[in-house]
T-cell receptor, first 115, second 114 residues
């Protein structure tokens, strides 16, 4: 799986948009970009994923550059409860096989949302 | 559905003791995973299973063993506990078979080896 690079920490004011960047310059054509977050040592929580098109769900938006070498997770209206470690992970999609689903976690970005 | 459950939530072991961390999922998922997370670090894969009776090593398997006799259960065994195994352990599962799926994680087991 391709490696990812994220800033170690970011701050955001409550109510503002939080934009978390991720570089994955060695991504392959069949690899998806996944975002997870981990709140205070709980189990990681899935946020969103995408292949090459921008994606949006009830939690966040994912913007992937045209060359797919980087992406940005956007939390449109950050709240104090969004304070967490955010992980950007690149992995092969596919429907099965022995390597299916394995996630390689980096150290992520610690997002702190301030009142 | 309860999702992925793990027991115990917290345990203190003495060096050399053994224990089994339990993981159960009620979603009929084929794939299951064990990760460990050391303080300030990301998760590292210990072992995984693609179905009942099939297991394989991940990135950091030394000192651990697993078994998968049923679809629901995927216990992790520590035979001779060492201080280096002090960590938080997470179990996860995914159904498998579709191009894109998300992993479901359990709440974790905190292990302290003294």
């Amino acid at each position: 799986d391709a490696k990812t690079t994220q800033p170690p920490s970011m701050d955001c004011a409550e109510g503002r948009a939080a934009n978390l960047p991720c570089n994955h310059s060695t991504i392959s054509g069949n690899e998806y970009v996944y975002w997870y977050r981990q709140i205070h040592s709980q189990g990681p929580q899935y946020i969103i994923h995408g292949l090459k098109n921008n994606e949006t769900n009830e939690m966040a938006s994912l913007i992937i550059t045209e060359d797919r070498k980087s992406s940005t997770l956007i939390l449109p209206h950050a709240t104090l409860r969004d304070t967490a470690v955010y992980y950007c992970i690149v992995r092969v999609g596919g429907g099965g096989g022995t390597s299916y689903g394995k996630l390689t976690f980096g150290q992520g970005t610690i997002l702190t949302v301030h009142p | 559905n309860a999702g992925v459950t793990q027991t115990p939530k917290f345990r203190i072991l003495k060096i050399g003791q053994s224990m089994t961390l339990q993981c159960t999922q009620d979603m009929n998922h084929n794939y299951m995973y064990w990760y460990r997370q050391d303080p300030g670090m990301g998760l590292k894969l210990i072992y995984y299973s693609v179905g009942a009776g099939i297991t394989d090593k991940g990135e950091v398997p030394n000192g651990y063993n697993v078994s998968r006799s049923t679809t629901e259960d995927f216990p992790l065994r520590l035979e001779l506990a060492a201080p280096s195994q002090t960590s938080v352990y997470f179990c996860a599962s995914i159904a498998g078979g579709r191009p894109q799926e998300t992993q479901y994680f359990g709440p974790g087991t905190r292990l302290l080896v003294l």
